[in-house]
C-alpha cells in the first residue's frame, strides 16, 4: 500500500516528462551507478585476502629474489619473504650491505639460506651472465623488481645530466628485463612464479619535470600487463605495484602517516594481497593494495581530465624545484660564511 501512491507517481513522472530528459536522466543513473559499483568493488577486493604465499613454494625451499635489497622498500621484502618460509636471493650494488642484510635475516630467520650477489644493476656492462649462473639452480619462487632511480630534484628535460638519463633508464627498465628474463624459463617449467614489478604513480600520472623516471614507469607498467598476459595459464603471476608515497630514501619523506606508510607497513600490504586488484578496479595485472593508495588511484582514474592531472603534477614539481633551489641557495651562502 505504501509503494502504490510513489508508482503512481514515478509513471505520472514518466508520463509528463519528454523523451530526452528521460533519457539523459537514465544516462546518468547509469553513469553515477557505475562509480558507485566500481567504488564498492574497490572497497571489497582490498577488504578480500590475496593469494596464498605458499602457492608459489613458501616453505618449501623455494627462493625469492629481492633486486635493490639493502634499504627502503626492497629490505623489508627480503625480511618478510624470508619471513613467509623463502630462502632469500639479494642482489645490489654494495658486497657490504648485502651482507649486511643477509646477517639480519639469519639472525631473525635463522632457518631462511641467504645468498648474496653485488651487480651494478646501472652498468649496461654488468655481468649478467654471473647473475644468471648463480640464479639457475635455484628454485625460484618470487622475484620482486624494486631496484630503481628517481631525480634528485625535478628537473628539466634538457638540464637532466646524460649520465642520470642513461642510469634511470638501465636500471629502471633494462635490469628488470634481464632479471625477469633469466627467472622466467624456470618458473614455467615448475608451473608456478610471482613477478613483482615495483611501479609508480608517475606512471599513472605523466609527471612533468620527472619525465624519464615517469616514463621508465610507463613502460614497466605496460611491459607488465603484456607478460602477465603472455604467461596466462602457465602458474606465473605477474603483477605492476602501483604504488604512491613511500617512507623512503627514495621519495626523501621521512614521516609517516595513513596515505605514506613505511616500508614495513607497505610491503606487509602487498604481500597479503597477491592477486588483489585494489585501487586499480579492471586493470589487469596492476596492484594499488595499500589502503591509503588505493583510494587515491581511484579518484585520479575516475575524476577530471588528463590535461587536468598533467597541469597538477608540473605546478607540484615546479613547486618542489623552486624549494628545493632555495634551499640550495641558503646552504651555499651558510657554506660562504662558514669560511
Given at each position: 500500500?505504501?509503494?502504490?501512491?510513489?508508482?503512481?507517481?514515478?509513471?505520472?513522472?514518466?508520463?509528463?516528462?519528454?523523451?530526452?530528459?528521460?533519457?539523459?536522466?537514465?544516462?546518468?543513473?547509469?553513469?553515477?551507478?557505475?562509480?558507485?559499483?566500481?567504488?564498492?568493488?574497490?572497497?571489497?577486493?582490498?577488504?578480500?585476502?590475496?593469494?596464498?604465499?605458499?602457492?608459489?613454494?613458501?616453505?618449501k625451499?623455494?627462493?625469492?629474489?629481492?633486486?635493490?635489497?639493502?634499504?627502503?622498500?626492497?629490505?623489508?621484502?627480503?625480511?618478510?619473504?624470508?619471513?613467509?618460509?623463502?630462502?632469500?636471493?639479494?642482489?645490489?650494488?654494495?658486497t657490504?650491505k648485502?651482507?649486511?642484510?643477509?646477517?639480519?635475516?639469519?639472525?631473525?630467520?635463522?632457518s631462511?639460506?641467504?645468498?648474496?650477489?653485488?651487480?651494478?644493476?646501472?652498468?649496461?656492462?654488468?655481468?649478467?651472465?654471473?647473475?644468471?649462473?648463480?640464479?639457475?639452480?635455484?628454485?625460484?619462487?618470487?622475484?620482486?623488481?624494486?631496484?630503481?632511480?628517481?631525480?634528485?630534484?625535478?628537473?628539466?628535460?634538457?638540464?637532466l645530466?646524460?649520465?642520470?638519463?642513461?642510469?634511470?633508464?638501465?636500471?629502471?627498465?633494462?635490469?628488470?628485463?634481464k632479471?625477469?628474463?633469466?627467472?622466467?624459463?624456470?618458473?614455467?617449467?615448475?608451473?608456478?612464479?610471482?613477478?613483482?614489478?615495483?611501479?609508480?604513480f608517475?606512471?599513472?600520472?605523466?609527471s612533468p619535470?620527472?619525465?624519464?623516471?615517469?616514463?621508465?614507469?610507463?613502460?614497466?607498467?605496460?611491459?607488465?600487463?603484456?607478460?602477465?598476459?603472455?604467461?596466462?595459464?602457465?602458474?606465473v603471476?605477474?603483477?605492476?605495484?602501483?604504488?604512491?608515497?613511500?617512507?623512503?630514501?627514495?621519495?626523501?619523506?621521512?614521516?609517516?602517516?595513513?596515505?605514506?606508510?613505511?616500508?614495513?607497513t607497505?610491503?606487509?600490504?602487498?604481500?597479503?594481497?597477491?592477486?588483489?586488484?585494489?585501487?586499480?578496479?579492471?586493470?589487469?595485472?596492476?596492484?594499488?593494495?595499500?589502503?591509503?593508495h588505493?583510494?587515491v588511484?581511484?579518484?585520479?582514474?575516475?575524476?577530471f581530465?588528463?590535461?587536468?592531472?598533467?597541469?597538477?603534477?608540473?605546478?607540484?614539481?615546479?613547486?618542489?624545484?623552486?624549494?628545493?633551489?632555495?634551499?640550495?641557495?641558503?646552504?651555499?651562502?651558510?657554506?660562504?660564511?662558514?669560511?
Amino acid at each position: 500500500m505504501v509503494l502504490a501512491p510513489l508508482r503512481h507517481q514515478a509513471l505520472d513522472w514518466a508520463t509528463d516528462c519528454p523523451l530526452t530528459t528521460l533519457a539523459l536522466a537514465l544516462v546518468g543513473a547509469g553513469w553515477l551507478g557505475s562509480y558507485v559499483l566500481s567504488f564498492a568493488r574497490m572497497l571489497v577486493d582490498l577488504a578480500r585476502p590475496g593469494i596464498p604465499l605458499k602457492r608459489f613454494g613458501a616453505k618449501k625451499g623455494a627462493w625469492a629474489i629481492v633486486t635493490g635489497a639493502t634499504a627502503g622498500i626492497g629490505r623489508d621484502f627480503a625480511l618478510q619473504l624470508a619471513g613467509a618460509g623463502f630462502n632469500v636471493f639479494l642482489a645490489s650494488r654494495t658486497t657490504s650491505k648485502l651482507e649486511e642484510i643477509a646477517q639480519e635475516i639469519t639472525a631473525k630467520y635463522p632457518s631462511a639460506k641467504t645468498q648474496v650477489h653485488a651487480i651494478d644493476f646501472s652498468d649496461p656492462k654488468a655481468d649478467y651472465a654471473a647473475l644468471k649462473a648463480a640464479l639457475d639452480p635455484l628454485d625460484v619462487g618470487v622475484l620482486v623488481n624494486n631496484v630503481g632511480k628517481s631525480y634528485d630534484e625535478p628537473t628539466f628535460f634538457q638540464d637532466l645530466p646524460d649520465q642520470d638519463m642513461i642510469d634511470i633508464v638501465e636500471i629502471n627498465i633494462n635490469a628488470a628485463l634481464k632479471v625477469t628474463k633469466i627467472v622466467i624459463p624456470g618458473m614455467v617449467s615448475r608451473k608456478r612464479g610471482l613477478i613483482l614489478n615495483v611501479g609508480s604513480f608517475a606512471s599513472l600520472i605523466p609527471s612533468p619535470l620527472l619525465a624519464v623516471y615517469s616514463g621508465s614507469k610507463a613502460f614497466l607498467s605496460t611491459w607488465s600487463q603484456s607478460l602477465g598476459s603472455e604467461l596466462k595459464g602457465t602458474g606465473v603471476e605477474v603483477e605492476l605495484l602501483n604504488t604512491y608515497f613511500v617512507v623512503s630514501k627514495l621519495s626523501k619523506i621521512r614521516r609517516s602517516s595513513w596515505m605514506i606508510p613505511t616500508p614495513k607497513t607497505y610491503v606487509r600490504s602487498v604481500l597479503s594481497h597477491i592477486g588483489v586488484r585494489g585501487g586499480a578496479v579492471g586493470q589487469p595485472h596492476i596492484s594499488t593494495p595499500y589502503h591509503g593508495h588505493a583510494p587515491v588511484q581511484w579518484v585520479v582514474d575516475h575524476f577530471f581530465s588528463n590535461s587536468f592531472w598533467l597541469n597538477y603534477n608540473r605546478k607540484l614539481h615546479l613547486d618542489i624545484r623552486r624549494r628545493a633551489l632555495r634551499k640550495r641557495e641558503r646552504e651555499a651562502a651558510k657554506a660562504v660564511k662558514a669560511e
